[in-house]
């Protein structure tokens, strides 16, 4: 039910307006990430009266299918039906969502989805949170997660000289650009810091699968043709030693 009123505007604006009227609390508006257009969505809870957006919830989705019994799961007596994905992989929808709900709103902000430590809550407030919540992380480690938490939080600030949340967030929205506004045309070459890499080969084949073959192995050490490399970033993904950056 929740999902569904929260994939119609119009819908979300009318119950916010009655929930509002109905209470002098302060009106938390939580959020599906199961739409075309989220920011749509959050600004029909502002027009409903809503104080604050918390987003996400679960993303929907079919965890795997039992290929044996050839039926979804949860299989539960022989049926299934769709449910919600949550954790640490939809921790970049979530980050997304939240980015296009300050587009559309001023509403102060509640980032979920996939937080399981300080850098993760970091990465929310930076995009505009004030308040991060975790759900699946204290879900399989328990709350002892959150003193680490907290301590990490307070050590980033410490290191960054920020005394207060407000001090940071929203940093990393305010370089959120549309893709037509961002400078290209400029090539950037892959360096490998050599040193560093085991010559697994993975980014080698990477850039031959996926890429453009600019890279080869020589002595057991990835080697760039900058002539071929377009600066895709496929192999950097693909090393598993963080040995490739772009300049
Ligand atoms: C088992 C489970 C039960 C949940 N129940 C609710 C619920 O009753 N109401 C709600 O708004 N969200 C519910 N959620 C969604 C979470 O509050 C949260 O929005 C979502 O899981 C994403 O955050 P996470 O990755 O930290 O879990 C539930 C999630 C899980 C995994």
């Given amino acids: 039910m929740g999902m569904f009123i929260g994939q119609n505007a119009a819908l979300v604006q009318t119950i916010t307006q009655g929930v509002k009227a109905a209470t002098g609390l302060p009106l938390i508006v939580k959020l599906t990430p199961n739409v075309t257009d989220i920011g ?3 600004a029909a809870a502002a027009a409903g009266g809503a104080d604050a957006i918390a987003a996400i919830n679960t993303v929907a ?10 039926v979804p799961l949860p299989n539960v007596h022989g049926k299934s039906t769709p449910g919600g994905l949550s954790g640490a992989a939809i921790r970049p929808i979530a980050l997304r969502c939240l980015a296009d709900i ?4 001023q509403l102060p902000l509640s980032g979920i989805g996939g937080i399981a430590d300080w850098h993760s809550a970091v990465e929310f407030l930076l995009l505009g949170a004030t308040t991060v919540q975790l759900g699946t992380a204290v879900m399989f480690q328990g709350f002892k997660l959150i003193d680490p938490l907290c ?5 980033y600030m410490t290191q960054k000289g920020y005394d207060r949340i407000e001090d940071f967030c929203g940093h990393a929205f305010a370089h959120l650009e549309a893709h037509s506004d961002l400078r290209t045309g400029e ?9 560093v890499c085991t ?8 850039c031959e699968s996926g890429g453009f073959a600019a890279l080869r ?7 760039a043709d900058p002539q071929r490399c377009d600066g895709c970033g496929l192999c950097a993904l693909a090393c598993p ?3 490739i950056r772009y300049a």
Avoid: F, M, Q, Y
């Fill in 241 to 243: 030693e963080k040995a």
């Fill in 102 to 105: 300050g587009k559309a709103t």
């Fill in 40 to 42: 749509t969505i959050a």
């Fill in 187 to 195: 090539t950037l070459c892959v360096r490998i810091a050599a040193s």
């Fill in 151 to 155: 301590k990490g939080l307070s050590n």
């Fill in 61 to 70: 989705s079919i965890p795997a299918v039992d290929i044996d019994a050839e």
């Fill in 217 to 223: 192995l020589v002595k057991k050490k990835a080697v």
């Fill in 199 to 206: 010559g697994c080969g993975r980014c080698v084949t990477a």
